[in-house]
């Protein structure tokens, strides 16, 4: 009788513990994204309104993995648009941890007063520095267009936009070449698998996404991030990749004050350092104009992935917040290691 009465207690503080997380999100410092996530996986419960929904293998499998949470009488209410705050808290949910950096005032005030005593405000001043930054209010519904743009960001995909610049082969009947910047967004994230259309050839940019729909999103985001990312990289190899592209960054940028390419060039020649000819060209060719304005490189405690491709080779990429000027960005940097200990810093196709 007393063990099931402390096995209905410890139940009963996880499921208060879960309710209190599901109200605050993650603003509170105290509790992070991982520690949502084991709470929430640990007091797992099926939803009241769940059965025979199209979703439901989708949203059981989210809610096992502490991805989602439901509310106070049980139901999840599939059906119910999903608004640009609460996509965020999954997105956050399904990334990786980070540290991240305090915004400065031009962010603080551009993209953090709209969250400004929010409930989701911690996530928003976490994401900022990855550049994973909603363009509506924390209230305002998420439509397919912006939940694209968000994924993108979240996989450090951004970037996959610009092969579609200029583009004239069309996708979708209701998304013309001419949209730009919708093409930039839509068909990156249509390739990487995370978004679909409608079997009527469709995309609809502007449909408002429901909670079920955000919910095999991120599903499809969570499946992405293991299938770009392969191989199992230790933190000891994190820490050397980390390490060496940021030593060499800050001493070539901040400590020699180089601005110049060939100086560039001569330097590291000079000084034998771990950086091949192709990798400075890739990253900082930047420096061959005369007048340039360049987009920052990261602090490196952003949004990091990390992944084994080759013999001896490995994959990092950076998802920053890079100023006013850059916005959100991601950047990739490759190395080869012969023990996994001493990296080289080469260029994508060395």
């Not at 070449?177 to 609809?204: C, H, N, S, W």
């Not at 192709?278 to 340039?292: G, P």
Request: zero cysteines; proline letters at 4%.
């Amino acid at each position: 009788m007393q063990m099931k009465l402390r096995q209905l207690g410890r139940r009963f503080i996880i499921k208060t513990l879960v309710l209190s997380i599901a109200l605050a999100g993650t603003a509170f410092g105290s509790v992070s994204a991982a520690e949502a996530r084991m709470i929430a996986a640990a007091s797992a419960v099926s939803f009241t309104d769940m059965n025979g929904h199209w979703a439901s293998r989708e949203i059981v499998e989210a809610n096992k993995r502490g991805l989602i949470r439901g509310f106070p009488d049980g139901s999840f209410r599939p059906e119910q648009t999903i608004s640009q705050e609460e996509f965020l808290v999954m997105i956050e949910r399904v990334i990786p941890p980070f540290k991240g950096h305090e915004p400065d005032s031009f962010a603080r005030e551009t993209y953090l007063s709209k969250a400004e005593g929010r409930w989701s405000y911690g996530t928003y001043a976490h994401l900022l520095s990855a550049g994973i930054i909603p363009s509506g209010k924390p209230t305002e519904p998420l439509d397919r267009l912006e939940g694209a743009r968000l994924m993108l960001a979240a996989l450090g995909h951004q970037s996959e936009g610009e092969k579609y610049r200029g583009t004239k082969s069309r996708f979708f009947s209701d998304l013309p070449v001419e949209e730009e910047y919708q093409v930039m967004t839509v068909y990156p994230a249509y390739k990487l698998g995370i978004i679909t259309g409608y079997p009527d050839g469709t995309f609809r940019a502007h449909e408002k996404i429901s909670r079920a729909q955000a919910v095999v999103l991120i599903s499809r985001l969570s499946q992405q991030i293991g299938d770009l990312f392969p191989g199992q990289v230790s933190e000891e190899e994190k820490q050397g990749m980390r390490k060496t592209v940021a030593s060499f960054i800050e001493d070539v940028m901040d400590k020699q004050r180089i601005r110049r390419y060939d100086e560039l060039v001569s330097y590291v020649q000079k000084n034998n350092l771990p950086a091949s000819t192709q990798f400075l060209r890739e990253h900082f060719s930047f420096m061959n104009y005369e007048v340039y304005d360049y987009v920052r490189f990261p602090q490196f405690n952003e949004l990091t992935y990390y992944a084994k491709i080759g013999n001896g080779k490995y994959r990092m990429t950076v998802q920053y917040y890079s100023g006013e000027l850059g916005g959100s960005v991601d950047r990739t940097f490759y190395f080869s290691s012969t023990d996994g200990k001493t990296f080289q810093l080469i260029g994508k196709d060395e």
